[in-house]
């Protein structure tokens, strides 16, 4: 029997080390293609001012991206130490994108780095910049098969299950590839990472044009960071993850739980704004809807149906009845009978056989689960209601104040304004935490939602846990903590200290602190 | 191509990867080793990390790769592996875990304190994931003792000192000694007047543990332990899994391939060749120092890798559970397409780290570090 404990545990360690890792890895998709623009500018126009911008805002791209190195390292490996029956049963298709992500995107990313931050006096300007492109397209690739790898879990196709090995192996790999979730997936998160990369340059940029410190400096990058922007936030909003929600049924869990959708309405369904999802009672404790507005944006039809959980639990009950059939007829095969019948039997049954693996949790025995167990297990076939519907919202909502922000941004970089409209640059700082706060609640929505799985509809969470011991994960999780902890407190020190002195770091002598006025208060 | 083709070529495959990693990744962990050793000054440090600045970054994605490919390829030892050494894996991690900060923020504050202390981040960092390494591969030879369930679930009988054997731990410190060796040739490849020479010091001291280790470590396996053999299999082009095999102790040290094929004996013999020539160039101040050396390293793995073959991770709990390249891969398409990726990628890859390698060609100096003090680590 697998310890609850340990189950537990381990995916406290993995949302920790996920979120925790996801910190970083967005202002670097953003800011490396910043840095690109930044130095094509340079080259273009010779002017040194663009290549100061890309060295300072470089600087702090390398303080942040060491982080998201050494926090990705965990990610890569406790897949096998905290679930290996996870790795083993789903490794064949899984591992692929992660393999490939190493060959074509990390080593890309990783060996171009080198030379960004070491290559200035040993490169030709244009091989500088090809350099900074290369470090910008590795990492954009390298989530784009990291989230082929995550789109997967959410729907996975182009697998099937092959009971001699007693796993999933790779039947497609183009269906894996351009799985619609992992397609909408991508753009949604690198589109994010575009957005904190902005976010970041304009909050800074401004901190700088209230201080009146390094103004030519501090205009240039509002603009760049404006611009680009405002772009991707409509990128973000337009194409939102939303469209992923038509394809896989757990994807219309996901839709049902952020929608707090108890009952399936009549379409066109109306949109809950606000809710207090009871979960005991599926029911909501107090709504406010608009009407119409959910199915417009779910379904972009007026006649199509959202559906909700009062429909999703007895569907889900009656593929966990099918599933105890199929791991009948799998033990069948198992032992020995591996006539055509049963083959047949079980390749009917064989998408309803991770329903059945859900009864694990309750009883050791699928085949002997009781109607009792059936229903428990149904009923748990669906994720809490409450934290979706709300970081949903938080989500959405940090997403348009960042609009309005980079709109106001945008028109006052547009209107060239020197130093600039004082309450849009302090809306401009203010708004720092907000892509943070909107991506890391948006992994919540989209893994969170995805329980009870680990696989859609294949492998359960309970099940993909390793042999581990409660002690084991207990030190770990608590070494994690810890290392994570300090280096996160080394980490803002260097750059609140480096955003505070700004490019008078670079040691060029042109900047603020290092001008003869300013020298007395000058640092480091 | 069929799948037993495959089958052999993932296993070259995922050892190019590991030597790939031994080779980059293991000369900037060697200078980390030597970093509080031979690096008596700050400046001195500076220079021993400019030297890897450019580099480590690239070389460390080796070490991720492998880690990725060993889950496509072969998922079950990727869970069998990491679950059952798991306090193992996570302190490497956690070593680890002071390679990119140390390397990136260490210089950025003009603090001895704290500048001392990413140094021993970076020590550790350098240290501790290769003695753990050595110690894992000691514990292959030993067998480690796991079992699959029906379901094919792995679970580990063991605790993470029991992995502590005399003959893990010698394995361990000739790994810690190989890379020693290895970033002592490449501090003399980048580096100039007294820190050269108290890297060629390091290096001639430790291609001398190099070889006293690794014969030490040759005479105690085939004195002392008993390898496995597999007695019977299905047809190695099947798709099997690691319940339907036969394995039998009785290979007297792991040497029955090597008996089997006596030319192979000449990979052992080049690791103790290759070292002596270390140690001798080093003396010679000769830039072969790092061909030599990676040389020796390369023979190192291979040596060991050979011996286990076809085991992957043989099993004491259960010998016939052993996972072995037949029987712990993946499927025939899923090799196949990995196969294709790797074919195409890694060319390109050695390309441009090749052209980075020759751009940052040259010695890191005193006066490098005081012009880029702002730009440099």
Redesign the interface.
Known sequence: MIDETVVDLSRLQFALTALYHFLFVPLTLGLSFILAIMESCYVLTGKAIYKDMT?FWGKLF??N???G??T???M??Q????W?????Y???????P???????A???E??????F????D??TKVQHLTCTWLVAIGSNLSALWILIANGWMQYPIGAEF?F????M???S?SDVLFNPVAQVKFVHTVAAGYVTGAMFVLSVSSYYLLRKRDIPFARRSFAIASSFGLASILSVIVLGDESGYTVGDIQKVKLAAIEAEWETQEPPASFTLIAFPNQEEKKNDFQIQIPWALGLIATRSLDEKVTGFDQIIPENEQRIRRGIQAYELLQKL?SGDTSQETRNAFADLQYDLGYGLLLKRYTENITDATEEQIKQAAEHSIPRVAPLFWTFRVMVGAGFIMLFVFIAAFIQSARHRSAGNRAVLYACLWSLPLPWIAAECGWIVAEYGRQPWSIAEVLPTYMSA???TRG?VL??LT??IA?YTA?AV??VY?ML??TRLGPS???TGKYHFELPANKPQAQ? | MDYETLKLIWWALIGVLLIGFALTDGFDMGVGMLLRVIGKTDMDRRIMI?TV??????N??WF??A???I???W??V??????GL??A??IT??A??F???G???RS???DPRWRNLWDWGLTIGGVVPPLIFGVAFGNLMLGLPFELD???????HGSFWMLLHPFALICGLLSVAMLAMHGGAWLQLKTRGLLHARAQQATQLSALAVIGLFVLAGIWLLVGIDGMHIVDIKPLGD???PLAKTVAYGNDGWQANYSAHPLLWVIPLLGILMAAATWLFARAESALVFLTSSLTVTSVILTAGIALFPFVMPSSRDPNMSLTLWDAT??E??LG??FA??VI??PI?LL??LW?YR??YGRVTREYIEEN????Y
């Open positions: 060295k390398g303080i991206f060491a982080l190195v050494t990705g390292l965990t890569e490996f897949f096998g130490t905290n290996s029956y996870y790795s083993h789903v490794g064949d298709i899984f591992g692929v992660l393999a490939i992500e190493g060959l074509m990390f080593f890309l990783s060996t171009f780095i080198g030379l931050f070491f290559g200035w040993r490169l092959n001699e090995t007693m796993r192996e790779l039947a790999f198992r390793s042999s581990i084991e030190g770990s070494a994690i290392f280096l080394a980490e260097l200290r480096f770091s670079l040691g480091a | 400019n600045g450019p580099h480590w970054e690239g460390q994605v991720v790769t880690g990725g490919a889950f496509a390829a998922p079950m990727y869970a069998a592996a990491f679950s798991y306090a894996l996570m991690l956690c680890l875990f390679r990119p900060v390397f990136d923020y950025k504050i003009d029906d379901l094919l679930r792995p679970s580990y798709k099997l899994n993946s499927s398409l899923t397409l990995m990726a790797a990628f890694v890859i441009y780290t980075c751009k940052m003090s702002h730009s440099s």
